[in-house]
């Protein structure tokens, strides 16, 4: 088992930025990469960014490449999620999630634990 515990999320202003962190506990020598999902209401979760324990290769989503930047802390087994340059339309519940399955992972079946969720809230 692994659990996965999110902070940081928040209500911002257009334009603003907030990180996000996500602490990993339990089996963790099963994860090979971690994932931030974020679902608005009534839309299906999507994916966000993706970075690996090992070696540190990241993927973002389109729609927040150049705003966003995910990263790992392997000592503190903790992922942050750094959001800058807010949008309205980035305001959601977001997920962290861990995977054990290599390559590039951008599909929420290709995660097997998951966090709570934080609210992120973007005002215009």
């Known amino acids: 088992q692994v659990q996965l515990v999110e902070s940081g999320g928040g209500l911002v202003q257009a334009g603003g930025s907030l990180r996000l962190s996500c602490a990993a506990s339990?089996?963790?020598?099963?994860?090979?990469?971690m994932g931030w999902f974020r679902q608005a209401p009534g839309k299906e979760r999507e994916f966000v960014a993706t970075?690996?324990?090992?070696?540190?290769?990241?993927y973002y989503a389109d729609s927040v490449k150049g705003r966003f930047a995910i990263s790992r802390d392997n000592a503190k087994n903790t992922v942050y999620l750094q959001m800058n340059s807010l949008k309205p339309e980035d305001t959601a519940v977001y997920y962290c999630?861990?995977?054990?399955?290599?390559?590039?992972?951008?599909?929420?079946?290709?995660?097997?634990?998951w966090g709570q969720g934080t609210q992120v809230t973007v005002s215009s």
């Open positions: 970075v690996r324990w090992s070696g540190g290769t990241t």
């Open positions: 999630a861990s995977s054990p399955l290599y390559g590039v992972r951008t599909m929420t079946r290709e995660y097997n634990y």
């Open positions: 339990g089996r963790t020598y099963g994860s090979v990469a």
